[in-house]
Protein backbone atom coordinates (compact mmCIF):
# COMPACT_ATOMS: atom_id res chain seq x y z
CA UNK A 1 0.00 0.00 0.00
CA UNK A 2 1.19 3.54 -0.66
CA UNK A 3 1.53 5.94 2.43
CA UNK A 4 2.17 9.76 1.90
CA UNK A 5 5.14 10.34 3.55
CA UNK A 6 5.99 14.31 3.74
CA UNK A 7 5.96 16.55 0.56
CA UNK A 8 6.93 14.59 -2.97
CA UNK A 9 7.73 10.94 -1.62
CA UNK A 10 5.02 8.07 -1.78
CA UNK A 11 6.70 4.82 0.45
CA UNK A 12 6.07 1.43 -0.98
CA UNK A 13 5.62 -1.30 1.09
CA UNK A 14 5.62 -5.12 -0.37
CA UNK A 15 3.44 -7.17 2.34
CA UNK A 16 3.48 -11.33 2.28
CA UNK A 17 0.12 -13.19 2.21
CA UNK A 18 -0.18 -12.64 6.21
CA UNK A 19 0.35 -9.14 5.77
CA UNK A 20 3.72 -8.42 6.91
CA UNK A 21 5.96 -5.96 5.24
CA UNK A 22 8.51 -7.57 3.35
CA UNK A 23 10.02 -4.44 1.51
CA UNK A 24 9.74 -0.81 1.84
CA UNK A 25 11.10 1.27 -0.39
CA UNK A 26 10.66 5.62 -1.44
CA UNK A 27 9.32 6.55 -4.30
CA UNK A 28 10.74 10.10 -4.76
CA UNK A 29 9.81 12.40 -8.31
CA UNK A 30 10.57 15.62 -9.60
CA UNK A 31 9.94 17.14 -12.89
CA UNK A 32 12.78 15.48 -14.86
CA UNK A 33 10.99 11.93 -13.84
CA UNK A 34 8.19 13.09 -15.74
CA UNK A 35 7.48 13.91 -19.85
CA UNK A 36 5.09 16.88 -20.31
CA UNK A 37 2.67 16.04 -23.02
CA UNK A 38 -0.27 18.67 -23.70
CA UNK A 39 -1.89 21.30 -22.03
CA UNK A 40 -5.55 19.56 -21.25
CA UNK A 41 -6.86 22.97 -19.20
CA UNK A 42 -6.20 26.71 -17.90
CA UNK A 43 -7.71 27.60 -14.68
CA UNK A 44 -7.35 30.69 -12.52
CA UNK A 45 -4.22 29.43 -10.53
CA UNK A 46 -2.89 26.84 -12.64
CA UNK A 47 -2.12 24.79 -15.58
CA UNK A 48 -3.31 21.35 -15.82
CA UNK A 49 -1.18 19.19 -18.08
CA UNK A 50 -0.72 15.71 -19.50
CA UNK A 51 2.59 13.77 -18.64
CA UNK A 52 3.92 10.75 -18.34
CA UNK A 53 6.22 9.21 -15.84
CA UNK A 54 9.41 8.58 -17.68
CA UNK A 55 9.90 4.90 -15.30
CA UNK A 56 6.00 3.45 -15.65
CA UNK A 57 4.86 4.80 -18.04
CA UNK A 58 1.77 5.72 -16.54
CA UNK A 59 -0.13 8.72 -18.05
CA UNK A 60 -1.07 11.78 -15.13
CA UNK A 61 -3.01 14.73 -15.46
CA UNK A 62 -0.14 17.19 -13.63
CA UNK A 63 -1.76 20.47 -12.18
CA UNK A 64 1.38 23.32 -12.05
CA UNK A 65 0.71 26.75 -9.85
CA UNK A 66 2.96 29.59 -10.15
CA UNK A 67 4.26 30.24 -6.73
CA UNK A 68 4.41 34.05 -7.74
CA UNK A 69 0.72 34.16 -8.92
CA UNK A 70 -0.58 32.02 -5.81
CA UNK A 71 1.23 34.34 -3.13
CA UNK A 72 0.21 37.65 -4.75
CA UNK A 73 -3.66 36.08 -5.15
CA UNK A 74 -3.45 35.15 -1.78
CA UNK A 75 -4.26 31.10 -2.82
CA UNK A 76 -1.42 29.90 -0.39
CA UNK A 77 -4.25 28.40 1.93
CA UNK A 78 -6.56 26.73 -0.62
CA UNK A 79 -3.37 25.33 -2.47
CA UNK A 80 -2.57 23.36 1.30
CA UNK A 81 -6.32 22.72 1.78
CA UNK A 82 -6.34 21.06 -1.73
CA UNK A 83 -3.36 18.99 -0.55
CA UNK A 84 -4.37 18.09 2.76
CA UNK A 85 -7.57 17.24 1.55
CA UNK A 86 -6.20 14.87 -1.75
CA UNK A 87 -4.36 13.46 0.98
CA UNK A 88 -7.39 12.55 2.81
CA UNK A 89 -9.23 10.90 0.38
CA UNK A 90 -6.46 9.06 -1.61
CA UNK A 91 -7.77 5.53 -2.49
CA UNK A 92 -11.10 6.22 -3.60
CA UNK A 93 -12.90 5.08 -7.40
CA UNK A 94 -14.61 8.20 -7.55
CA UNK A 95 -12.19 10.68 -6.20
CA UNK A 96 -9.03 12.01 -8.49
CA UNK A 97 -5.85 10.34 -6.52
CA UNK A 98 -2.98 12.61 -5.76
CA UNK A 99 0.16 10.78 -6.57
CA UNK A 100 2.53 12.84 -6.01
CA UNK A 101 3.32 16.60 -4.81
CA UNK A 102 6.16 18.40 -5.65
CA UNK A 103 8.20 21.55 -6.45
CA UNK A 104 10.86 23.44 -8.01
CA UNK A 105 11.79 26.89 -7.66
CA UNK A 106 8.89 29.09 -9.63
CA UNK A 107 5.85 26.16 -9.38
CA UNK A 108 4.03 23.48 -7.13
CA UNK A 109 3.29 20.53 -8.66
CA UNK A 110 0.35 18.34 -7.90
CA UNK A 111 0.26 14.97 -9.93
CA UNK A 112 -3.16 13.55 -10.29
CA UNK A 113 -5.18 10.74 -11.43
CA UNK A 114 -5.71 11.58 -15.55
CA UNK A 115 -9.54 11.92 -16.15
CA UNK A 116 -9.14 11.07 -19.92
CA UNK A 117 -13.16 11.74 -20.90
CA UNK A 118 -13.36 15.40 -19.52
CA UNK A 119 -16.18 17.11 -17.54
CA UNK A 120 -19.59 15.69 -16.81
CA UNK A 121 -20.82 19.34 -18.13
CA UNK A 122 -19.31 18.61 -21.48
CA UNK A 123 -21.20 15.36 -21.91
CA UNK A 124 -24.49 16.96 -20.46
CA UNK A 125 -24.32 19.53 -22.89
CA UNK A 126 -23.02 17.25 -25.89
CA UNK A 127 -26.37 14.64 -25.07
CA UNK A 128 -29.00 17.34 -24.17
CA UNK A 129 -29.84 15.02 -21.47
CA UNK A 130 -29.02 11.77 -20.20
CA UNK A 131 -31.45 8.88 -19.43
CA UNK A 132 -32.28 6.69 -16.67
CA UNK A 133 -30.09 4.31 -16.79
CA UNK A 134 -27.36 7.10 -17.23
CA UNK A 135 -28.74 9.11 -15.16
CA UNK A 136 -28.28 5.98 -12.07
CA UNK A 137 -25.24 5.23 -13.01
CA UNK A 138 -23.61 8.72 -13.27
CA UNK A 139 -26.04 9.94 -10.02
CA UNK A 140 -24.62 6.63 -7.98
CA UNK A 141 -21.22 7.18 -8.66
CA UNK A 142 -21.43 10.52 -7.31
CA UNK A 143 -23.47 9.66 -4.25
CA UNK A 144 -20.65 6.97 -3.18
CA UNK A 145 -17.64 9.40 -3.56
CA UNK A 146 -19.90 11.59 -1.68
CA UNK A 147 -20.78 9.38 1.31
CA UNK A 148 -16.78 8.60 1.48
CA UNK A 149 -16.10 12.13 1.59
CA UNK A 150 -18.00 12.86 4.37
CA UNK A 151 -17.28 9.82 5.87
CA UNK A 152 -13.41 11.33 6.09
CA UNK A 153 -15.28 14.36 7.27
CA UNK A 154 -14.41 16.35 3.86
CA UNK A 155 -17.19 18.87 2.33
CA UNK A 156 -16.58 20.24 -0.99
CA UNK A 157 -18.30 23.09 -0.93
CA UNK A 158 -18.33 23.25 -4.78
CA UNK A 159 -19.92 19.85 -6.37
CA UNK A 160 -20.80 21.13 -10.00
CA UNK A 161 -20.82 19.19 -13.05
CA UNK A 162 -17.46 21.03 -14.38
CA UNK A 163 -15.84 19.80 -11.12
CA UNK A 164 -17.10 15.69 -11.69
CA UNK A 165 -14.74 14.44 -13.94
CA UNK A 166 -14.71 11.10 -16.21
CA UNK A 167 -12.10 8.36 -16.58
CA UNK A 168 -11.23 5.73 -19.60
CA UNK A 169 -14.23 4.10 -18.46
CA UNK A 170 -16.46 7.12 -18.21
CA UNK A 171 -16.38 6.65 -13.97
CA UNK A 172 -16.71 9.96 -12.35
CA UNK A 173 -13.88 11.03 -10.90
CA UNK A 174 -14.25 14.09 -8.39
CA UNK A 175 -11.96 16.92 -8.48
CA UNK A 176 -11.14 20.75 -7.41
CA UNK A 177 -10.90 20.43 -3.46
CA UNK A 178 -9.27 23.66 -2.91
CA UNK A 179 -12.38 25.48 -1.78
CA UNK A 180 -13.11 22.36 0.26
CA UNK A 181 -13.96 22.12 4.54
CA UNK A 182 -11.78 19.44 6.67
CA UNK A 183 -13.45 18.96 9.67
CA UNK A 184 -11.73 17.92 12.54
CA UNK A 185 -12.12 14.88 14.53
CA UNK A 186 -13.32 16.14 17.31
CA UNK A 187 -17.16 16.45 17.35
CA UNK A 188 -19.70 19.29 19.16
CA UNK A 189 -22.35 17.81 21.77
CA UNK A 190 -24.91 16.95 19.02
CA UNK A 191 -21.58 14.64 17.62
CA UNK A 192 -21.35 16.75 14.46
CA UNK A 193 -17.73 17.20 13.48
CA UNK A 194 -16.23 20.99 13.75
CA UNK A 195 -14.34 22.30 11.19
CA UNK A 196 -10.95 22.45 11.58
CA UNK A 197 -10.71 26.14 9.67
CA UNK A 198 -12.71 28.80 12.29
CA UNK A 199 -15.80 29.24 11.55
CA UNK A 200 -15.15 33.14 10.50
CA UNK A 201 -11.91 32.83 8.24
CA UNK A 202 -13.74 29.95 6.10
CA UNK A 203 -16.98 29.34 5.87
CA UNK A 204 -18.47 33.03 5.71
CA UNK A 205 -15.42 33.74 3.01
CA UNK A 206 -16.21 31.37 0.33
CA UNK A 207 -19.45 30.42 -1.41
CA UNK A 208 -19.76 27.98 -3.96
CA UNK A 209 -21.45 28.27 -7.84
CA UNK A 210 -24.62 30.11 -7.79
CA UNK A 211 -26.44 27.27 -9.83
CA UNK A 212 -25.45 24.73 -6.78
CA UNK A 213 -25.31 27.40 -3.76
CA UNK A 214 -27.39 25.71 -0.86
CA UNK A 215 -30.00 28.26 0.65
CA UNK A 216 -28.87 28.11 4.22
CA UNK A 217 -25.65 29.60 2.89
CA UNK A 218 -27.49 32.65 1.47
CA UNK A 219 -29.59 32.66 4.68
CA UNK A 220 -27.77 31.96 7.71
CA UNK A 221 -24.08 31.36 6.52
CA UNK A 222 -23.73 28.10 7.15
CA UNK A 223 -22.17 25.53 5.53
CA UNK A 224 -22.25 21.43 6.32
CA UNK A 225 -22.67 18.33 4.66
CA UNK A 226 -26.14 19.09 3.63
CA UNK A 227 -24.87 21.77 1.51
CA UNK A 228 -22.89 18.51 -0.67
CA UNK A 229 -26.34 16.97 -0.73
CA UNK A 230 -28.46 20.47 -1.94
CA UNK A 231 -25.69 20.73 -5.01
CA UNK A 232 -26.35 16.67 -5.57
CA UNK A 233 -29.94 17.24 -6.01
CA UNK A 234 -29.00 20.39 -8.45
CA UNK A 235 -26.64 17.75 -10.53
CA UNK A 236 -29.82 15.12 -10.47
CA UNK A 237 -32.26 17.07 -11.59
CA UNK A 238 -30.26 18.79 -14.54
CA UNK A 239 -28.32 14.62 -15.47
CA UNK A 240 -32.36 14.63 -16.95
CA UNK A 241 -33.25 18.55 -17.39
CA UNK A 242 -29.81 19.04 -19.20
CA UNK A 243 -29.87 22.49 -17.24
CA UNK A 244 -29.78 22.92 -13.35
CA UNK A 245 -33.17 24.21 -11.55
CA UNK A 246 -32.09 27.20 -10.42
CA UNK A 247 -30.38 29.22 -13.49
CA UNK A 248 -31.31 32.79 -14.11
CA UNK A 249 -29.51 35.61 -16.29
CA UNK A 250 -27.32 36.62 -13.20
CA UNK A 251 -26.25 35.40 -9.73
CA UNK A 252 -28.58 37.60 -7.72
CA UNK A 253 -31.36 35.94 -9.71
CA UNK A 254 -30.08 33.15 -10.01
CA UNK A 255 -30.09 33.34 -5.48
CA UNK A 256 -33.66 35.29 -5.83
CA UNK A 257 -34.47 31.50 -7.34
CA UNK A 258 -33.04 29.69 -4.87
CA UNK A 259 -34.48 31.30 -1.90
CA UNK A 260 -37.98 31.02 -2.94
CA UNK A 261 -37.33 27.39 -3.92
CA UNK A 262 -38.51 28.89 -7.40
CA UNK A 263 -38.35 25.70 -9.94
CA UNK A 264 -40.07 23.15 -12.03
CA UNK A 265 -39.67 20.24 -14.04
CA UNK A 266 -39.58 19.95 -17.97
CA UNK A 267 -42.31 17.94 -19.76
CA UNK A 268 -41.40 13.99 -19.25
CA UNK A 269 -39.14 14.79 -16.54
CA UNK A 270 -39.46 10.57 -14.70
CA UNK A 271 -42.03 10.91 -11.66
CA UNK A 272 -39.87 8.50 -9.44
CA UNK A 273 -36.84 11.00 -10.05
CA UNK A 274 -38.95 14.14 -9.21
CA UNK A 275 -40.26 12.75 -6.05
CA UNK A 276 -36.43 11.83 -4.87
CA UNK A 277 -35.44 15.47 -6.19
CA UNK A 278 -38.36 16.81 -4.24
CA UNK A 279 -37.25 15.22 -1.06
CA UNK A 280 -33.39 16.28 -1.77
CA UNK A 281 -34.48 20.52 -2.91
CA UNK A 282 -35.96 20.92 0.82
CA UNK A 283 -35.13 24.42 2.57
CA UNK A 284 -34.28 22.93 5.68
CA UNK A 285 -30.82 21.06 5.88
CA UNK A 286 -32.54 18.84 8.87
CA UNK A 287 -35.06 17.96 6.88
CA UNK A 288 -33.02 17.15 3.54
CA UNK A 289 -32.43 14.04 2.74
CA UNK A 290 -29.52 12.36 3.57
CA UNK A 291 -27.41 9.86 1.85
CA UNK A 292 -28.27 6.81 2.70
CA UNK A 293 -32.24 7.62 2.83
CA UNK A 294 -31.40 9.10 -1.05
CA UNK A 295 -29.91 4.99 -1.84
CA UNK A 296 -33.02 3.76 -0.24
CA UNK A 297 -35.32 6.02 -2.52
CA UNK A 298 -37.20 3.69 -5.31
CA UNK A 299 -35.65 5.75 -7.86
CA UNK A 300 -32.38 3.42 -6.86
CA UNK A 301 -35.19 -0.20 -6.82
CA UNK A 302 -32.40 -3.16 -7.97
CA UNK A 303 -29.03 -0.98 -7.89
CA UNK A 304 -26.50 -2.92 -6.52
CA UNK A 305 -24.88 -0.39 -4.28
CA UNK A 306 -21.69 -3.12 -3.42
CA UNK A 307 -19.29 -0.51 -4.00
CA UNK A 308 -16.79 -2.86 -5.41
CA UNK A 309 -19.69 -4.21 -8.10
CA UNK A 310 -20.40 0.02 -8.53
CA UNK A 311 -16.88 0.77 -9.64
CA UNK A 312 -16.80 -2.49 -11.74
CA UNK A 313 -20.06 -2.30 -13.62
CA UNK A 314 -19.92 -1.13 -17.36
CA UNK A 315 -21.32 2.20 -17.76
CA UNK A 316 -24.80 2.17 -19.67
CA UNK A 317 -24.07 3.07 -23.78
CA UNK A 318 -24.78 6.37 -24.51
CA UNK A 319 -28.04 7.03 -26.04
N1 LIG B 1 -7.26 15.20 -13.34
C1 LIG B 1 -7.58 15.79 -14.52
N2 LIG B 1 -7.62 15.08 -15.66
C2 LIG B 1 -7.96 15.66 -16.82
N3 LIG B 1 -8.27 16.98 -16.96
C3 LIG B 1 -8.23 17.73 -15.85
C4 LIG B 1 -7.89 17.19 -14.57
N4 LIG B 1 -7.94 18.19 -13.65
C5 LIG B 1 -8.30 19.30 -14.31
N5 LIG B 1 -8.48 19.04 -15.63
C6 LIG B 1 -8.90 20.01 -16.64
O1 LIG B 1 -8.07 21.16 -16.53
C7 LIG B 1 -8.87 22.34 -16.41
C8 LIG B 1 -8.28 23.22 -15.34
O2 LIG B 1 -8.45 22.58 -14.10
P1 LIG B 1 -8.04 23.33 -12.75
O3 LIG B 1 -8.52 22.48 -11.62
O4 LIG B 1 -6.62 23.71 -12.82
O5 LIG B 1 -8.82 24.72 -12.81
P2 LIG B 1 -10.40 24.87 -12.66
O6 LIG B 1 -10.79 24.31 -11.35
O7 LIG B 1 -11.06 24.30 -13.87
O8 LIG B 1 -10.57 26.42 -12.72
P3 LIG B 1 -10.66 27.31 -11.42
O9 LIG B 1 -9.32 27.12 -10.73
O10 LIG B 1 -10.89 28.67 -11.95
O11 LIG B 1 -11.80 26.75 -10.61
C9 LIG B 1 -10.27 21.90 -16.02
O12 LIG B 1 -11.20 22.61 -16.78
C10 LIG B 1 -10.33 20.42 -16.34
O13 LIG B 1 -11.13 20.21 -17.47
O1 LIG C 1 3.48 20.68 2.06
C1 LIG C 1 4.38 20.28 1.31
O2 LIG C 1 4.45 19.19 0.82
C2 LIG C 1 5.49 21.22 0.89
C3 LIG C 1 5.03 22.37 0.05
C4 LIG C 1 4.38 23.42 0.95
C5 LIG C 1 4.25 24.66 0.15
N1 LIG C 1 5.31 25.35 -0.35
C6 LIG C 1 4.76 26.43 -0.97
C7 LIG C 1 5.35 27.51 -1.63
C8 LIG C 1 4.49 28.48 -2.17
CL1 LIG C 1 5.18 29.83 -2.99
C9 LIG C 1 3.10 28.41 -2.08
C10 LIG C 1 2.56 27.33 -1.42
CL2 LIG C 1 0.87 27.21 -1.31
C11 LIG C 1 3.37 26.34 -0.86
N2 LIG C 1 3.08 25.21 -0.17
C12 LIG C 1 4.14 21.97 -1.10
C13 LIG C 1 4.77 21.47 -2.22
C14 LIG C 1 4.03 21.10 -3.34
C15 LIG C 1 2.66 21.28 -3.32
CL3 LIG C 1 1.74 20.84 -4.73
C16 LIG C 1 2.01 21.78 -2.19
C17 LIG C 1 2.74 22.14 -1.07
Given at each position: DW????????V???????G?????H?????????????????????T??G???K??????????????H?????????V????????R???H?G???????F???S??Y???D???????LS????????????????S??I????E????R?????????????L?????????D?????????????Q????????????TN????TA???S???????V????C?????????????????????????????????????????????L???V?????F????????????AH????????N?K??????H?R??
Open positions: KEKGAARLKTEKDENNVISTIIKRGVEDFEFGKTLGIGSYSVVATDQTQQTYAIKILDKRIIKEKKVKYEIEKNTLSLRDPIVSLHYTQDESLFVLYAANGELLIKKMGSLDEACTQYYAQLDALFMHFGVIHRDLKPENILDEKMRVKITFGTACLLSNEVDSGNKLPTYPQNHRSFVGEYVPELLSDKQGKEDVWAFGCILYQLIAGMPPFKAANEYLTFKKIVKLDYRFPPGFPSRKDLRRVLVDPRQRYDIPRIKPFYDGFDWRNLWKQKPIM
